[in-house]
C-alpha cells in the first residue's frame, strides 16, 4: 500500500498559486501538490497527469514544499564548470600571448600552451584540457587546404602527359610478337 502524500501544509498556497500561475513550471509546481493530496491520485498517476516523468512529479512537489509554498524557478541550478582550473578572464588573460603570436603569422601549438598551462597550474593536465581550454576562446583547428597555394594545375598535366611511355600495339593487346622467317 502506498504512503499518504506529504505537503498538506502547503496545500492552500498550492491552490491559491494554480489560479496565478504565469508559467508552465509553476503550474505543474502546484498541480504535483494539488492532484494527490485533493484527488487522492498517486505520484505515477499525477505524473502522467502533468505530461512528465515519475521522478521529475516528485522533484516538483519536494521543491514546491521545501519552498514553504512557493514555486522556485525550474531548471534555474548552479550551472556548470564546477571544477574550473580558472576564470574565464584568467582563461583569456593566459591565452593572450598564444593568440597574438598567431596573428602575426605565428602557428598555435597546443603541445606548448599544455606546457604552459601545466606551469600555471603547478600540475599535469590532460592534452585535451589545451584543446578544451582553445575551444571555449573560439580557436578552431584549422585544416590544410587539399592543394598547395603555389601549385600549377596546367604544369602538373603537362608533366602527367610526358611521364607516361606508349606501349607497343601487340604487347598491349595480350598478344606477342611473333619471329617472322
Given at each position: 500500500m502506498a504512503r499518504t502524500a506529504s505537503g498538506i501544509k502547503v496545500l492552500e498556497q498550492a491552490k491559491t498559486c494554480l489560479a496565478k500561475a504565469k508559467t508552465v513550471g509553476e503550474l505543474r509546481q502546484?498541480?504535483?501538490?494539488?492532484?494527490?493530496l485533493e484527488f487522492g491520485l498517486s505520484i505515477p498517476q499525477t505524473a502522467q497527469a502533468l505530461g512528465v516523468s515519475t521522478r521529475w512529479a516528485c522533484q516538483l512537489r519536494t521543491r514546491f514544499i521545501k519552498e514553504g509554498g512557493v514555486p522556485s524557478p525550474v531548471g534555474e541550478g548552479r550551472g556548470g564548470r564546477r571544477r574550473e582550473n580558472m576564470t574565464r578572464e584568467a582563461e583569456a588573460e593566459f591565452l593572450l600571448p598564444f593568440f597574438e603570436k598567431a596573428k602575426d603569422g605565428g602557428i598555435l601549438v597546443?603541445?606548448?600552451i599544455k606546457l604552459a598551462l601545466d606551469e600555471r597550474l603547478g600540475r599535469k593536465v590532460a592534452l585535451?584540457?589545451?584543446y578544451n581550454l582553445l575551444h571555449r576562446h573560439g580557436w578552431r583547428k584549422l585544416a590544410p587546404d587539399k592543394r598547395h597555394p603555389q601549385s600549377d594545375p596546367v604544369a602538373q598535366e603537362e608533366w602527367k602527359k610526358t611521364t607516361k611511355k606508349p606501349l607497343p600495339a601487340l604487347i598491349r593487346s595480350g598478344r606477342e610478337k611473333e619471329p617472322s622467317d
Amino acid at each position: 500500500m502506498a504512503r499518504t502524500a506529504s505537503g498538506i501544509k502547503v496545500l492552500e498556497q498550492a491552490k491559491t498559486c494554480l489560479a496565478k500561475a504565469k508559467t508552465v513550471g509553476e503550474l505543474r509546481q502546484a498541480q504535483a501538490v494539488v492532484l494527490p493530496l485533493e484527488f487522492g491520485l498517486s505520484i505515477p498517476q499525477t505524473a502522467q497527469a502533468l505530461g512528465v516523468s515519475t521522478r521529475w512529479a516528485c522533484q516538483l512537489r519536494t521543491r514546491f514544499i521545501k519552498e514553504g509554498g512557493v514555486p522556485s524557478p525550474v531548471g534555474e541550478g548552479r550551472g556548470g564548470r564546477r571544477r574550473e582550473n580558472m576564470t574565464r578572464e584568467a582563461e583569456a588573460e593566459f591565452l593572450l600571448p598564444f593568440f597574438e603570436k598567431a596573428k602575426d603569422g605565428g602557428i598555435l601549438v597546443v603541445g606548448e600552451i599544455k606546457l604552459a598551462l601545466d606551469e600555471r597550474l603547478g600540475r599535469k593536465v590532460a592534452l585535451a584540457s589545451a584543446y578544451n581550454l582553445l575551444h571555449r576562446h573560439g580557436w578552431r583547428k584549422l585544416a590544410p587546404d587539399k592543394r598547395h597555394p603555389q601549385s600549377d594545375p596546367v604544369a602538373q598535366e603537362e608533366w602527367k602527359k610526358t611521364t607516361k611511355k606508349p606501349l607497343p600495339a601487340l604487347i598491349r593487346s595480350g598478344r606477342e610478337k611473333e619471329p617472322s622467317d
